[in-house]
């Protein structure tokens, strides 16, 4: 059974910093691609960055400059390093991957979350 445990969130004033981190485990044979989406009250939950294994990325054009993907293909890892922090970009930060297992197909798999607040 795969499973996504995030870390790093938490509160910060703006124009400051966090660093999220998404580790995936289980039975998995090779991770496609990772990413980071946001949801925020009464919003859509959006995707802010994506990384594929190959180091290819893409972001949302309201975190580029300030946010930085990365990704550590041997620990199955991917972060999220978030810069000049907005009130704007308080959400639930989501983990997402796509991978395959060794006993079933491509399939997207979510992290339980986790909260970052931009406040002063």
């Known amino acids: 059974q795969v499973q996504l445990v995030e870390s790093g969130g938490g509160l910060v004033q703006p124009g400051g910093s966090l660093r999220l981190s998404c580790a995936a485990s289980?039975?998995?044979?090779?991770?496609?691609?990772m990413g980071w989406y946001r949801q925020a009250p009464g919003k859509q939950r959006e995707l802010v960055a994506a990384?594929?294994?190959?180091?290819?990325?893409n972001y949302a054009d309201s975190v580029k400059g300030r946010f930085t993907i990365s990704r550590d293909n041997a620990k199955n890892t991917v972060y999220l390093q978030m810069n000049s922090l907005k009130v704007e970009d308080t959400a639930v930060y989501y983990c997402?991957?796509?991978?395959?297992?060794?006993?079933?197909?491509?399939?997207?798999?979510w992290g339980q979350g986790t909260q970052v607040t931009v406040s002063s």
């Open positions: 997402n991957a796509e991978l395959v297992t060794y006993d079933g197909p491509l399939r997207h798999y």
């Open positions: 289980g039975s998995i044979f090779s991770i496609y691609a």
């Open positions: 990384i594929t294994s190959g180091g290819s990325t």
